[in-house]
């Protein structure tokens, strides 16, 4: 549950401020997304920062990921949201026109 719920808070966090129901698939993927992102700066931050060769899943241990993981995700759920907002795309596509081909 360390690894799955402080993403899931993240993501529930994101659909507030997104302000609308997110889809199954927008659901699923942005989920996926947050858990990987979330779970690989909380292994970095522990085996660069705090210099955590093994990971023994104790009581303790647990506790603290996943208080590291929730804050971890939250950030992560409202910088997503900001760079949505402030990040716009336009592609444009040229098709060739085949009859001249």
């Known amino acids: 549950m360390a690894l799955i719920m402080p993403s899931i808070i993240g993501l529930l966090i994101y659909s507030k401020l997104k302000k609308r129901d997110l889809t199954w698939f927008e659901f699923f993927s942005n989920l996926a997304l947050f858990m990987v992102i979330t779970n690989a700066i909380c292994y970095?931050?522990?085996?660069?920062?705090?210099?955590?060769?093994?990971?023994?899943?104790?009581?303790?241990?647990t506790m603290k990921y996943s208080i590291l993981a929730?804050?971890?995700?939250?950030?992560?759920a409202v910088l997503y949201r900001i760079v949505e907002l402030n990040i716009k795309m336009n592609v444009k596509v040229k098709v060739a026109d085949e009859k001249n081909h």
């Open 70 to 76: 929730m804050f971890i995700a939250v950030v992560i």
């Open 44 to 61: 970095g931050i522990l085996i660069f920062i705090f210099e955590r060769n093994s990971l023994l899943f104790s009581i303790s241990f």
